[in-house]
């Protein structure tokens, strides 16, 4: 099959694109780096003309709320009426577990909106909702920062190697389109603090992680599940402390923020009035 993997230059997308080559089929890497802009329709046909699957795993640039949404919005729509015109038979999507429950972020109503436009589009369609990956626990900490501490609650979090992710897509757009939201995580439940603290241990970074029950996460006020899939989960098998013990994971700033992804995470008490 021809598979186009939007964002093929990204993280997961990077990771994808040689494993769907593996299994025999024509995976092309489409991005703004290859001339295809899914924001400016630019290059989309054409990349689209003889293709039955397109995986979507591309990002926004910034993550502003207004611009986030506008990324996820026009992308799609652009997406989605290319692949019509090209008669492609299965849009895949990569999406966040919890994102229906994160909906007080600009990015999580941004991706909410991303998956409403695919569901009501006559594409048949998977959506696939990750837990964060491994190389994104030095972004919570960098969004968490206050000073030299890392204020984050203890809300469970079930994070998943880039590696582990991009396989389970990789095995949902070789298949049969499912219709419906598959949720995919890691093997080991953590304490959000918890797991960040290891993380900055293993990378030698000076931070102290506080855990703060008013913390938030990404600007969410975090139940203890908000971020756990639920129990017909998909697991990947890498375990945190396997990963972090890889020489590649010793540079985590190697995978940069995007702009707008700074955000106070510390919900203050409201001071009470002298009397
Ligand atoms: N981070 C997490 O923990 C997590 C958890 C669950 C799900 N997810 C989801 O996983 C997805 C992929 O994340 P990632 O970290 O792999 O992304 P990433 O590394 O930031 O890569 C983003 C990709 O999007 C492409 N892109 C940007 N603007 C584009 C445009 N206008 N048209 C087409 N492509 C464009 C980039 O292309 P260029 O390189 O050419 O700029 C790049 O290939 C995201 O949708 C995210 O919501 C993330």
Do not use: C
Request: glycine share 10%.
């Amino acid at each position: 099959m021809r598979i186009v993997v939007i964002g093929g230059s990204g993280l997961i997308g990077s990771k994808l694109v040689p494993k769907l080559r593996e299994h025999g089929h024509e995976a092309i890497a489409a991005s703004p780096n290859s001339g295809v802009n899914t924001v400016t329709g630019e290059g989309l046909n054409e990349a689209l003309k003889g293709a039955s699957v397109v995986v979507d795993v591309s990002n926004a640039p910034s993550w502003e709320d207004a611009a986030v949404m506008k990324f996820f919005e026009t992308s799609t729509r652009n997406l989605l009426a290319s692949e019509a015109a090209a008669r492609v038979g299965h849009h895949v999507a990569l999406s966040v577990v919890g994102t229906d429950r994160m909906l007080e972020s600009g990015y999580f109503r941004a991706k909410m909106a991303q998956e409403t436009l695919i569901k009501a589009s006559s594409i048949p369609y998977s959506i696939i909702h990750a837990t964060q990956f491994f190389e994104f626990v030095k972004g919570i900490a960098d969004f968490s920062t206050d000073g030299n501490k890392v204020h984050l609650p203890s809300a469970l979090i079930q994070p998943i190697a880039a590696d582990d992710v991009a396989s389970a897509v990789g095995q949902i757009a070789m298949g049969s389109p499912l219709n419906s939201t598959v949720e995919i995580g890691g093997p080991e439940q953590f304490g959000l603090d918890e797991l960040v603290r290891q993380g900055l241990a293993a990378w030698k970074d000076p931070r102290e992680v506080v855990a703060d029950p008013n913390a938030r996460y990404y600007g969410v006020k975090l139940s203890e599940k908000t971020l756990v899939p639920g129990d017909g989960a998909r697991l990947g098998q890498t375990r945190f402390e396997t990963w972090l013990s890889q020489p590649a994971t010793q540079s985590p700033s190697a995978h940069p923020q995007p702009t707008g992804a700074a955000v106070v995470t510390q919900e203050k008490e409201t001071p009470k009035k002298a009397s």
